[in-house]
């Protein structure tokens, strides 16, 4: 029997403040399998973002394991994390995280850029793929500023697929837009699920659990069996 994509083991998080310590995160455990749609739900100050971060290899925890894909990443330094970081996760964030002065062809290029084995032309067939997966080859030459709010999250979701990660993490991804746009967003992401992607959400919409093939919930740090939204 294959192991999951990720095993988070009694993953423990706290701040540090001069008024003392704050734990964020609880001692959690969780598996996730390859071809999960998994959504993260909790109210403000639960903790999800945290634990989203951390499964990005963003922020750091106090204590536990992070195993992903049978090898430990627990203890890599900030070199290893980033060059993990490239080969093997995307994000969707909720505001686009879009560059501005860049085309949305040198956006979705910039992951690509750290790759110094990959020349000009493949990164050119990557990106003309990842656009055209998302129906946006035509705008490659505008500027994020040109496009509507819709239009960005699928240039951000082209980014996030660029680099083929096992793992999309995305955090809010229909927050900042309208309810016809966000089911748009939703329908694609799912599209990339049903294609095997293994996606994690964090979301406050209940309405987006349609979409998912599982759904935990954060109630203070610690995961609860109960709907805690």
Known sequence: MSSPLIELRNIKKKYTTKAGDFPVLKGLNLDIEE?????IMGKSGSGKTTLLNILGLLDKFNEGEY???GEDITNFDENKKSDFRNRNIGFIFQQFHLIESLTI???IEIPLLYRSKESKEERKR???EK????GLF?????RPFELSGGQQQRIAIARAL???PYLILADEPTGALDSETSEDIM???KELNDDGKTIIMVTHDKDLRRYTTRDVFLKDGEFSEEETI
């Open 35 to 39: 071809g999960e749609f998994i959504s």
């Open 67 to 69: 195993i992903f894909r």
């Open 105 to 107: 062809y040198q956006n």
């Open 126 to 128: 990557k990106i003309k």
């Open 131 to 134: 656009l055209s997966q998302v």
């Open 138 to 142: 035509e705008k490659r030459y505008s």
């Open 162 to 164: 660029v680099t083929e």
């Open 187 to 189: 329908e694609l992401i």
